[in-house]
Nanobody, 122 residues
Framework: QVQLVESGGGLVQAGGSLKLSCAAS????????MGWYRQAPGKQRELVAD???????NYADSVKGRFTISRDYAKNTVYLQMNSLKSDDTAVYYC????????????????WGQGTQVTVSS
């Protein structure tokens, strides 16, 4: 069993900052990509940022220059520092990890956290 546990969401005023954390635990052989997605009401889930096993980072255009993703490979944890938050950033943020769970012979699969609400008031 693998779990992704998120923390750090909440209510913040526009222009403020929040930091999200996501820790993966359980029977993990190797994590390939860890990242964050978000889903606003009435919209599709979208990629916010992710980081590969080789530390290659990808950001959505809408968050470039404001959000910073980082990863602690030893702790199987990914962080998202969000600065200069806007009302458009209001959404449920989901942690995602593409990993081989259990053993080296396992196929890679996507795992999701339960989601954490981020609300930015204007």
């Amino acid at each position: 069993q693998v779990q992704l546990v998120e923390s750090g969401g909440g209510l913040v005023q526009a222009g403020g900052s929040l930091k999200l954390s996501c820790a993966a635990s359980g029977s993990i052989f190797r994590i390939n990509v860890m990242g964050w997605y978000r889903q606003a009401p009435g919209k599709q889930r979208e990629l916010v940022a992710d980081v590969t096993g080789s530390a290659s980072i990808n950001y959505a255009d809408s968050v470039k220059g404001r959000f910073t993703i980082s990863r602690d490979y030893a702790k199987n944890t990914v962080y998202l520092q969000m600065n200069s938050l806007k009302s458009d950033d209001t959404a449920v943020y989901y942690c995602n990890a593409n990993m081989r769970a259990g053993s080296r012979w396992s196929d890679a699969a996507d795992y999701w956290g339960q989601g954490t609400q981020v609300t930015v008031s204007s």
